[in-house]
C-alpha cells in the first residue's frame, strides 16, 4: 500500500478525477468527498462493502456508515488535521446498510484550491475486516496494486509533466528527481542524485527560512511557500513550492515530496512593480512611498534619536527654463549621485517629490545633522557640468529629529518642512532647525481647521471639473470632480493644503458626502438639459470607505439626485488596496450598485498583482508622474506600456493623468491607452465654463 499512499500524497496538490482513474483503482476501496465532507463519488468496491447503492451514498457525510464505535469528535479532528494540510492514515469501524460491520485500513488525502481552501477529500481504502476478526497483524500491505504498476507509472507521467517534482529522503538529500526539475536547476539528474538540496541554496533567503521549513515538514506537516533557487548556470528561478512528509511505520518522516510550479516570470512582474513602487524613476533613490515604508521600521525600533533632511534644490525651475527639461532631468539625477556619495550607505536618501529631498540620518545627533547639512552645502559649491553646460544649484535645508520634535514620520517630516521654509525665507543655501518659533505656523493649520469646519455651510467650497477625452476620438468621455475652497480672509486654498487636514481631522468624511452629492447633482442636471451622459469621477478616501454606512449612503445620494449608477465612477488610490482586507467587502458592495471603481495614482503605491483580481476594478489611471517623465528615459515608457498592457489584458479602462503635451496625448494614444486627461486637452473648469463646452460639441 506504500505505493498507493505515496502516489496519492504526491498528487494532493495537482488533483486528478478519480472518477477517470476508477478502471486503474478498482480493487481498492475509493471515496471521494467535498471541502464539507459530502460525498461525491464512490467505486463498485465501496458500495458492495457498504451493502449501500451509489444512488444512496452520493450528497450524504460519513453519518451513513458510522458505527458509532468511536465518537463523532473522532471525526471531527480527522477534518481539523485535513483542513490543516496534512494526510491521515489510519483505522476505520463502518456500519453497512445489512446493519452488519466492517473494517478498513483508510488514507485520506486534502485538495486544496489556489487560495489555499479545502476543496476535496479523497479516501483509499482497504478491506482489513477478516484481519481485525483474526487479531492477525495489524500492518497492511497493497502489494495486489503492482499488477496495476504500469497505469500508476502512466499516471506519475501525466504529474511529472505538469509540475517539478523532486524527493529528498530525511536528510535532505536528492532521491529522485524529474526531467523539469532538470530543465528549471540545469543540472542533470546524474548531477543532483545523492547531493543535498542546498546545491540550489541561492543565498536570497535567510537562515530562519529554511529553519522554519524543516521545522514544519519534521513536524508532519505540509510546507507551503516561494522559493528563489540558483540553477547551474548561475541564474535564478522562483518555485511555488509544496512539501509533503511521508511517513515510515514508526510515523517518523523517511522522505520528503515536493511538488513545484515556475513563478519566474510573476516574481519579475512583482519585482518591477515593487521597484515602480518604492523606486524614483529618475534619479533610482528612494521615492516617497520607498522613504515610508523604510521609516515605518525605522522608527518602529529606534532607540536614539533619528535627524530628518528636507532639503529643496534653490532656483530649480531657472534650470528648467534656461536650459530645458531634460537638463532639469540630468541634474536631478547628478544631485541624487552627489548625495548618496556624501552619505553614508546606513543612512536613507530619497526623492521626495520634484526637486525635494528628504535625508535620514540613523542614530544621529542635532550635531550631527548639522554636520551634514553644511557638507552638502559646502559640496553644491563644485558646478555640475550638464550638456557642455557649468551648472550651479544650491540646497535649502531644514533639519529636525526624532522623537523630540514629533511622535511620527508625519510631524517629523512636517516641522522638518516648516524649518526649510524659513532656510527659503532667510537667502536659500543655508540649513535651519525645526524650533519652537516655526510652531507658530501650526496656528495657521489650527485655524483653517476651524474654518474649514464651517466651509460647507458658508457656501466658501466650490467644485471645478476637469475634463476626460476619449484619445483616440478626443471625445470627452468624462469630467474628474475636483474640490476648491475660496476662503473669505486667504482666498484660494490649495487643495494640498486642506484635504490632508481634512483627513487627519476626520472632516474628510463630510466634505466627501458634500462632494460626491453635488458631483451627481450636476451630472444628473447636465442629462436633463440634453446633453450627452458621460461619468463623473469623485476622489474617495479611506476613512469615507471604511464608514459602515458609506456604500447605503452613496446609494442614498444616487436616489436622491436621480443619477443612473453607471455614470458615476469612484476614485480610490492604489494605497488603499493594502487594507484590502477590510475595504473589499465595500468595494464589491458598491459595484454591485452599478458604481464604477478605479485605482487611482496606480504605480505610486504597492499592490500584488493577486489583489486586482480580487477586486471587481473598471479602470487603473497612470500616476501623472510617470507620465511627467514620460520622455525622460526610455525606461520610462517602457513602463507605461507596461501598466497599458497589463490594464487591457485586464478589460481594464487606462486612464492617463497630467498629460501637458501633444507628445505625451501621442504616445499614449499610439499605445493604446483609452482615455486622457491634462492641461493639454483643458484646465480644471467651473460648471458655467463645463456648460459652454458642451454647447460647443453639443
Not at 465501496?46 to 458509532?68: P, R, W
Request: proline share 3%.
Amino acid at each position: 500500500m506504500k505505493q498507493a499512499e505515496r502516489f496519492i500524497a504526491k498528487t494532493s496538490r495537482n488533483p486528478i478525477k478519480i472518477e477517470d482513474t476508477k478502471t486503474n483503482l478498482d480493487y481498492c476501496i475509493l471515496c471521494k468527498m467535498d471541502g464539507t465532507g459530502r460525498i461525491t463519488y464512490v467505486n463498485e468496491e465501496f458500495c458492495s462493502i457498504s451493502k449501500f447503492t451509489k444512488a444512496e451514498l452520493i450528497g450524504q457525510t460519513y453519518d451513513i456508515i458510522y458505527s458509532g464505535y468511536y465518537p463523532r469528535s473522532y471525526y471531527q479532528d480527522i477534518l481539523e488535521t485535513l483542513k490543516g494540510g496534512s494526510i491521515w492514515k489510519g483505522q476505520m469501524k463502518n456500519k453497512a446498510k445489512d446493519s452488519s460491520y466492517y473494517w478498513v485500513d483508510t488514507i485520506a488525502v486534502p485538495f486544496f484550491d489556489e487560495n489555499n481552501h479545502l476543496t476535496e477529500i479523497v479516501s483509499l481504502e482497504h478491506n482489513i475486516t477478516e484481519q481485525r476478526t483474526m487479531e492477525k497483524s495489524l500492518d497492511y500491505t497493497l502489494n495486489e496494486l503492482s499488477a496495476k504498476n504500469a497505469e500508476l507509472k502512466s499516471m506519475k507521467y501525466a504529474l511529472d509533466q505538469s509540475s517539478i517534482v523532486g524527493i529528498t529522503d530525511a536528510k535532505g538529500t536528492i532521491t529522485y528527481v524529474n526531467d523539469t526539475f532538470c530543465k528549471i536547476s540545469k543540472y542533470s539528474r546524474e548531477e543532483l542524485i545523492g547531493k543535498n538540496h542546498n546545491i540550489l541554496n541561492s543565498h536570497y533567503h535567510p537562515r530562519e527560512f529554511f529553519v522554519d521549513m524543516w521545522r514544519t515538514i519534521t513536524q508532519k506537516k505540509v510546507w507551503k511557500g516561494e522559493i528563489k533557487n540558483k540553477a547551474k548556470d548561475g541564474s535564478y528561478y522562483w518555485v511555488d513550492t509544496t512539501i509533503v512528509p511521508f511517513l515510515n511505520g514508526q510515523g517518523k518522516p523517511y522522505e520528503y515530496v515536493s511538488i513545484r510550479t515556475d513563478i519566474t516570470p510573476q516574481k519579475k512582474a512583482q519585482e518591477e512593480i515593487y521597484h515602480l513602487a518604492y523606486y524614483d524613476l529618475l534619479t533610482g533613490i528612494l521615492n516617497r512611498n520607498g522613504l515610508y515604508k523604510s521609516l515605518e521600521k525605522l522608527l518602529k525600533n529606534a532607540d536614539e534619536e533619528v535627524a530628518f533632511l528636507f532639503l529643496d534644490l534653490d532656483r530649480f525651475k531657472s534650470v528648467n527654463d534656461t536650459f530645458g527639461h531634460k537638463t532639469g532631468d540630468e541634474l536631478l539625477r547628478a544631485v541624487a549621485e552627489r548625495m548618496s556619495k556624501l552619505v553614508e550607505r546606513d543612512h536613507i536618501i530619497s526623492r521626495y517629490a520634484g526637486d525635494e529631498f528628504i535625508i535620514v540620518l540613523r542614530k544621529s545627533s542635532q550635531e550631527e545633522a548639522v554636520e551634514i547639512a553644511q557638507k552638502i552645502i559646502n559640496s553644491f559649491s563644485i558646478p555640475f557640468i550638464l550638456s557642455d553646460e557649468e551648472i550651479y544649484t544650491t540646497f535649502s535645508i531644514g533639519i529636525s529629529l526624532y522623537p523630540s520634535d514629533g511622535a511620527s514620520k508625519e510631524t517629523v517630516i512636517k516641522n522638518a518642512d516648516n524649518a526649510l521654509y524659513l532656510a527659503k525665507k532667510k537667502g536659500k543655501n543655508n540649513y535651519q532647525l525645526f524650533t519652537n518659533k516655526l510652531k507658530e505656523q501650526n496656528k495657521r493649520k489650527s485655524m483653517l481647521e476651524k474654518d474649514l469646519r464651517k466651509a460647507i455651510k458658508c457656501e466658501e467650497l466650490h467644485l471645478n471639473y476637469q475634463p476626460q477625452f476619449d484619445l483616440e476620438t478626443k471625445k470627452i468621455v468624462g469630467l474628474e470632480a475636483l474640490l476648491r475652497w475660496n476662503h473669505p480672509t486667504y482666498g484660494p486654498i490649495s487643495p494640498g493644503e486642506f484635504i490632508p487636514l481634512a483627513e487627519e481631522t476626520n472632516l474628510i468624511l463630510p466634505l466627501g458626502k458634500w462632494v460626491l452629492e453635488q458631483a451627481c447633482q450636476q451630472n444628473k442636471k447636465w442629462q436633463d438639459e440634453g446633453y450627452e451622459p458621460f461619468r463623473i469621477a469623485v476622489n474617495v478616501s479611506v476613512k469615507q470607505l471604511q464608514q459602515f454606512d458609506f456604500v447605503s449612503s452613496v446609494s442614498q445620494i444616487l436616489q436622491k439626485t436621480g443619477l443612473n449608477p453607471k455614470y458615476l465612477e469612484l476614485e480610490i488610490t492604489e494605497s488603499i488596496l493594502q487594507d484590502l482586507a477590510c475595504l473589499k467587502h465595500s468595494i464589491k458592495k458598491l459595484r454591485a450598485l452599478g458604481v464604477s471603481i478605479a485605482i487611482d495614482d496606480f504605480g505610486t503605491g504597492y499592490s500584488s498583482l493577486s489583489v486586482l483580481y480580487q477586486l471587481p476594478i473598471n479602470s487603473l489611471k497612470i500616476d501623472q508622474s510617470f507620465v511627467r517623465n514620460l520622455n525622460s528615459t526610455n525606461r520610462t515608457s517602457a513602463i507605461i506600456k507596461t501598466i497599458i498592457d497589463m490594464g487591457r489584458n485586464l478589460d481594464f479602462y487606462v486612464v492617463a493623468e497630467g498629460i501637458e503635451y501633444e507628445e505625451q496625448a501621442s504616445f499614449l494614444c499610439k499605445n493604446h491607452c483609452h482615455i486622457g486627461q491634462g492641461y493639454y486637452f483643458s484646465h480644471p473648469l467651473s460648471s458655467h465654463e463645463v456648460q459652454k463646452m458642451l454647447v460647443k460639441r453639443h
